[in-house]
């Protein structure tokens, strides 16, 4: 095979990978990369989940979770690709299981009549409460799309 194939052929293997990526769902609406810091009594929060839930029809949620400097990059469609455009409510929660069973069904160990693990908020649960946190935030399409919240009691 001459270098002139070889040449033709890697080209054509390029141009046929190139729409092999992710495919946005359909409908799905334009986003814009977001970046969330959230603190809560002056420190980093890690490990919350952040929540931006579009006001504006019906759009898919946006999601992330903060690492150790309380910093997230939210998803919608795809890792990072932020939120969708336009006005959101915002929650952030933060909680962890308290006592109770947390043995599988199918556990030999699985005991029916075990009470339920019981949800321990590790922040205000009022910021995880869709009407009542208080927290709102505009994607816009100029950017740059960086929110600080600073969490309070």
């Known amino acids: 095979m001459s270098r002139f194939h070889v040449w033709l052929l890697l080209l054509a293997l390029a141009a046929g990978l190139g729409g092999?990526?992710?495919?946005?769902?359909?409908g799905a609406r334009p986003t814009k990369k977001?970046?969330?810091?959230?603190?809560y009594k002056g420190a980093p929060v890690e490990n919350a989940n952040v929540t931006f839930v579009n006001q504006e029809g019906?759009?898919?949620p946006a999601n992330g979770r903060t690492g150790p400097d309380g910093k997230a990059k939210l998803k919608?469609?795809?890792?990072?690709d932020g939120a969708v455009l336009g006005s959101h409510k915002v929650l952030i929660e933060k909680s962890e299981s308290v006592g109770g069973s947390n043995v599988p069904q199918e556990s030999p160990e699985y005991n029916p009549n075990a009470?339920?693990?019981t949800i321990k908020y590790l922040l205000p649960k009022k910021?995880?409460?869709?009407a009542n946190s208080g927290l709102k935030a505009?994607?816009?399409d100029a950017g740059p799309n960086e929110f600080t919240f600073e969490l309070k009691d």
């Open 58 to 60: 019906e759009a898919a």
């Open 76 to 80: 919608t469609y795809m890792e990072e």
């Open 138 to 140: 505009d994607v816009s």
């Open 115 to 117: 009470p339920p693990p």
């Open 20 to 26: 092999c990526g992710p495919k946005l769902p359909p």
């Open 34 to 39: 977001v970046t969330v810091t959230v603190t």
């Open 127 to 130: 910021f995880s409460d869709y």
